[in-house]
């Protein structure tokens, strides 16, 4: 059984930053997409950024180039976040697919399979 667990949320100032880690266990797809995603009250969820199976590739949301940055570990993904803005405020997952990031799939969230229960980050400015 698949399990994504999210950590490192929590509450800071605009301008700052966190970092978000999701432990994996039980995915046994590691040829795969990895991805973090945000939701709003309201809105749709949104892909935020990728990577391939062997991290050689990251896709980052325009809204979150040159202040994100996606990474994976072994089991571990991870979401470094800087210079965050009110705009970031959201409830942040971890996704994994059954396939590869091909074109813009790493930001579809129907193209994610597995989910963790999201861990809230919020930007106060």
């Known amino acids: 059984q698949v399990h994504l667990v999210e950590s490192g949320g929590g509450s800071v100032q605009a301008g700052g930053s966190l970092r978000l880690s999701c432990a994996t266990s039980g995915y046994r797809y590691s040829t795969n997409c990895m991805g973090w995603f945000r939701q709003t009250p309201g809105k749709e969820r949104e892909g935020v950024a990728g990577i391939s199976h062997d991290g050689y590739y990251t896709y980052l949301d325009d809204s979150v180039k040159r202040r994100f940055i996606i990474s994976q570990d072994k089991k571990m993904l991870y979401l470094q976040m800087t210079r965050l803005k009110a705009e970031d405020t959201a409830m942040y997952f971890c996704?994994?697919?059954?396939?590869?990031?091909?074109?813009?799939?790493?930001?579809?969230?129907?193209?994610?399979?597995?989910w963790g229960q999201g861990t809230q980050v919020s930007v106060s400015s």
């Open positions: 996704a994994a697919a059954t396939a590869g990031c091909n074109g813009d799939r790493w930001r579809s969230a129907g193209d994610f399979v597995y």
